[in-house]
């Protein structure tokens, strides 16, 4: 049994998108020919059996499980006792990557493909996965995208649905919302052998990213290095030599959450002052629980070409009599409601909206595009929240008085515009922080400062954490929501009439390090819109799709075009008015 010294802080691109395929004028034996080539093969598909379930691993957080409950929020666990899992359990073949998915043999068909189509028209899009030596594949859990766009016309619209057919296939529809050139594009993203071997790492190593605290020296302008992190298991088993450390515990005396650090043998845990992420030590890390096969095949996400003989592309012209270029009234109900928290964050049958000349039209709400006043606004989240609170500093707010905190990208950021009294906040939220050089006593947690509210005339909360928490399990993540939602049933118990919004997840470059994985925010944005769809008082903005197949690119922090929609969005929420 390890020891524990308790100190708690004072709490003062477009690599996705596929060339574009030229549109050839097709005679009607060409047009046959597709269309027998197609229902030749989709008769002639095999009747696969299922595949076998993947190993259920419930590797919990922590050995024990974390109980939080909606009283004192408190956690009961013992953080002493070492996981359990072994390097060889880590390195074990979940689905072997001879069979893996290959976008070069893989193809997709416009089932009903024609050259023309009318505005508000389904196409449905039948996708075959197959592996690198032209094999059909009998089972599903590959990662794709579907998108349709227009580069001259920056539109842009993901699916309405994608359904896994659980063998090899997969079935996608779209509705065309603007007239003119249209393109089909499909990614692969991550092909189930990688997602299969995403999930295992999640679930056995929830420590994955490295994390170091700077202690003061025991002499003047020197100091001490030690790692840190959300569990005292970090790195266990791989790095048994931190089994009998002995750690400094920083956990919130409130909430329980853990944070952790490695004691240093010169100086007591009182001591300790400076957090920084340790990127180099985490790429270090994953060396030793993942194999050469594994980072052979963590791809880019890979276009997937269309069957040959069918069209990517493809003309859609208006309704007989109408001249609009673009349609939001493809509803059953030919109209959208205002924007406002008892709606939810996605559309029964269509994508949540698209883009056309840059502009979002939501399949939610009216959005609008118009500014506040006499408002306060605190941004609490991650970086790409904190790109909200620098548009609207920057372009929306005229005159502003801005007042930047000790750290750039942590904060705590206020800008003021006196003229309309609104006043703009952004803070990040607690520990696993992936930046560096932050005064540990400037980290709080979520629960802690939506518990630290009190006067909340014509206040909104803006929250949102997701880029932080890919390397750790969704169990943690669950918790720490669950916090959140506690505080929030609080706050509005104060504050009736405080409005609260929550930002989703956005898609992100493919980076090297798997920690960051798109697969993994996808879990991670599914997870969130379960926990607060319906919340009394809470809206939930979903920018997922806003930021699929957009001419920009993929990006953690999406270009200023994407941007600028978004916050129409949340601006829309905060002033639902004809």
Known sequence: MTKHETVHLDASRSAAVPKDFKSKSLCMLTLLMVTSYALLWLSGTPNMTMPPRLPNIKASFLTHPLNITTTDMSYTSDHTTAAQSTTKHAKEQLTSFEQATDPSTSFYIIVNYKENYTLCDVIEITIQLRTSDNQTKSHGGDFIWVWVYDATQRASSTADAIIDNHDGTFTAKVTLRWTGQTTVGVSLVHSREIVSRLRHFRETYPARYSYRGNFTGPTQNKTVQQSCHVSQEMYVPIQERYRNMTFCDYSDPKTGFPWFCVKPQEVGCEKYIRHYADRGSAIEFHKTFTSADFVK????????????????????????????????????????????????????????????????????????????????????????????????????????????????????????????????????????????????????YVSEQLDSFTNLDNTIICLCLWAHFTATNLRYYKDRLQSIKDSIVRLRLRNPNVRILIKSANTRSHPPNFDRSNWYAWEIHKVMKQFFSGFPGVTVIDVWDMTIGHRTGYDLHPAIEIISQEMDMFLSFLCPVE
């Open 297 to 444: 095949n963590y791809l880019r996400p890979s276009p997937i070409t269309p069957l040959y003989m069918s069209h990517a592309d493809f003309m859609v012209e208006p309704d007989f009599g109408e001249t609009n270029m673009t349609s939001a009234t493809c509803l059953s109900s030919n109209e959208r409601p205002l924007c406002t928290s008892e709606l939810p964050s996605r559309h029964s049958q269509y994508t949540p909206g698209f883009y056309h000349q840059d502009t979002w039209t939501s399949h939610i709400c009216k959005n609008r595009h118009f500014t506040s006043s006499d408002e306060t606004i605190h941004f609490i989240g991650d970086s790409t929240l904190r790109q909200w609170y620098e548009y609207l500093a920057r372009y929306v707010l005229k005159d502003v008085q801005e007042t930047v905190g000790p750290h750039e990208k942590f904060g705590p950021h206020v800008a003021i515009e006196k003229a309309n009294n609104i006043s703009i906040y952004f803070n990040f939220h607690g520990y696993p922080i992936a930046l560096r050089d932050i005064d540990v006593k400037q980290i709080h």
